[in-house]
C-alpha cells in the first residue's frame, strides 16, 4: 500500500496503519494485510525539500502475528512504484516532451529513502499526465508484462550499519545454540547474513513450503539471524530480535548454479550466477527481495563472501536463481567499492480509495 504523507494523522501514525492491516491477529482478517509478510507493506510517499531530490519515501513492513511496524531498511520491490505513484498523484510536473509525441518519454527521477538515507534514481514511461503500465518487459514469478521501471540505487553501501563488512571482513563465525556457522554479513542496499545452505542442511533449492513448515528449521534460520542482529548492534541481545527488528538484517543462503523446477518452469544452472533463497519476516520469500538481490549482486563480486565463493561468474550483471525463476541485478562494483546496483521491474495501480481505521 502507497500512502500520501499528508494523509496519516501525525499523533497516531502507526496506530492508524496497524488498523489499516488488520496486525492486531495474525490472519489480518479486520484489514487489509493479507496475512503475509510481502502483502503487509506501506509506503509514505512525498515531494521533497531536499535539493535535487524529487519524491522522498519511507517503508514500512507491517508485522503479521505481531501489532508493529519495521523501519529499519527499504523494499526494492515496492520502491519500483514510487515515482510511478508520484507522478499520478500529481506530486510532479509534466515534462514538456511527454505531451509532444505519442510516444512514451521515460522520466528520470531522483528518490530518497528515509529509511537507509539513500539516493536513488528511477527512470519509467510516462505519457502526459499518467505513468505507462503496459509493456513487454516480464518478470519470473509474475504473471504477464508491464511497463520497465529501472531503479539505481546510488553508493549503496553501509545503509544501516556504518560499515561494508559490518562484522568484520568478507567472513565471519556466528555462534549459536548448536555450534558455529560461517557466514558473510555485508550492508549493500541492506544488510543481509550470508550463509551456504548445505550449513543448514540444505541442498539450496528448496520452496518455500519446504522451508516454511519446518518449525524447528525456523528456529534455526532465525536464531543465526538474530545472533548476526545482536553483533550488528541493532538490537542489544540475540532473545530481541525477532520482536524488535524482524525484517532486518535479512539471511539468504546460497549454493552454486543448480538446476531446479519452479512452479510453471524449469531453472537450468548454466542460465544463473548462483542459487540463493532469502528469508522475509522468519519465512521465506516467495521468490526474491529486491535489496537483497542488490547485496547478493554485490556480494558475488567482493572477492573471499560466500556468494563469491559459490558464484561461477562475477561480471557486472548477475544472475540470481530464485524459487520462481531467475532475477538479474547489475553491480557496479570497483575493488571493496561498491558504485551502485541496479534493477528493473514492473509496476501497476491495483486499486485506490479510502482505509478506514480505529483507535
Request: with cysteine.
Amino acid at each position: 500500500m502507497l500512502i500520501r504523507g499528508g494523509d496519516l494523522p501525525l499523533e497516531h501514525q502507526d496506530e492508524a496503519i496497524l488498523s489499516v492491516f488488520g496486525s492486531h491477529e495474525p490472519r489480518q482478517v479486520d484489514g487489509i494485510g493479507g496475512a503475509t509478510s510481502t502483502t503487509s507493506k506501506l509506503m509514505i510517499v512525498s515531494p521533497s525539500s531536499r535539493p535535487t531530490v524529487d519524491i522522498e519515501y519511507t517503508f514500512g513492513q507491517v508485522g503479521v502475528k505481531e501489532a508493529m511496524i519495521d523501519y529499519g531498511g527499504n523494499c526494492g520491490n515496492m520502491t519500483t512504484a514510487i515515482g510511478p505513484f508520484a507522478y499520478d498523484e500529481g506530486m510532479l510536473e509534466i515534462p514538456e516532451e511527454s505531451t509532444l509525441t505519442e510516444d512514451p518519454y521515460r522520466l528520470s527521477l531522483t528518490l530518497f529513502n528515509t529509511n537507509t538515507e539513500t539516493r536513488l534514481t528511477q527512470t519509467f514511461p510516462v505519457n502526459g499526465r499518467r505513468a505507462l503500465t503496459e509493456g513487454s518487459f516480464s518478470i519470473h514469478g509474475v504473471p504477464g508484462t508491464g511497463a520497465r521501471v529501472d531503479t539505481t540505487f546510488h553508493d549503496p553501501s553501509r545503509t544501516k550499519t556504518g560499515a561494508l563488512y559490518p562484522l568484520g571482513g568478507p567472513t565471519t563465525t556466528l555462534e549459536t545454540s548448536t555450534g558455529s556457522v560461517e557466514a558473510t554479513v555485508l550492508d549493500v542496499t541492506t544488510p543481509v547474513v550470508f550463509v551456504r545452505a548445505e550449513a543448514l542442511g540444505l541442498t539450496g533449492t528448496e520452496r518455500p513450503d519446504d522451508i516454511d513448515n519446518d518449525s524447528a528449521l525456523l528456529e534455526r534460520i532465525e536464531e543465526i539471524r538474530s545472533v548476526a542482529c545482536s553483533r550488528l548492534g541493532i538490537v542489544t541481545n540475540a532473545a530481541q530480535a525477532t520482536h524488535d527488528s524482524p525484517g532486518f538484517p535479512k539471511l539468504a543462503f546460497v549454493t552454486e548454479p543448480q538446476s531446479y523446477e519452479t512452479d510453471t518452469d524449469c531453472v537450468k544452472a548454466t542460465e544463473i550466477d548462483l542459487t540463493a533463497r532469502i528469508m522475509s519476516m522468519q519465512y521465506l520469500h516467495p521468490i526474491y527481495a529486491v535489496t537483497g538481490a542488490g547485496c547478493t549482486a554485490a556480494a558475488t563480486r567482493l572477492p573471499g563472501t560466500i556468494p563469491n565463493q559459490v558464484a561461477t561468474d562475477t561480471t557486472e550483471e548477475v544472475a540470481i536463481g530464485h524459487p520462481q525463476g531467475i532475477m538479474t541485478v547489475t553491480a557496479d562494483v570497483e575493488a571493496e567499492t561498491v558504485n551502485a546496483v541496479t534493477v528493473s521491474r514492473t509496476q501497476r495501480r491495483l486499486m485506490e480509495g479510502n482505509a478506514f481505521y480505529t483507535l
